[in-house]
């Protein structure tokens, strides 16, 4: 074996040491972005769990116009927001929960 491939490959098994220790690593970014919910999704999911405007609004913990402009494609569910759109599609029996 080459002297720099067994340097790298040793560099390689400490990083891995590294890692399973929970240790961040230089270069390495991870990130947990929850991809924007589209227009189409947004009204889809409130449809389905049977809810005004107004009433999607109070579950989501935003307001109702906030709500119609989503649906309207004006502004985008981001973040929380997107995460807990796909939440209550996955779980609808969670609307009572939020209510």
């Known amino acids: 074996m080459k002297k720099k491939d067994f340097k790298d490959m040793l560099t390689s098994v400490h990083q891995m040491g590294e890692i399973m220790k929970g240790k961040k690593l230089a270069g390495v970014k991870v990130t947990y972005r929850a991809k924007p919910a589209t227009a189409q999704e947004v009204q889809k999911v409130r449809k389905e769990l049977k809810l005004t405007q107004q009433g999607f609004a109070q579950v989501v913990g ?10 309207q494609g004006i502004r985008t569910p981001r ?12 779980h609808p029996e ?5 209510q």
């Open 79 to 90: 973040g929380a927001a997107a995460k807990l759109i796909r939440v209550l599609k996955a």
């Open 62 to 71: 935003e307001s109702p116009s906030a709500i119609r402009h989503w649906e």
């Open 94 to 98: 969670l609307v009572m929960e939020l």
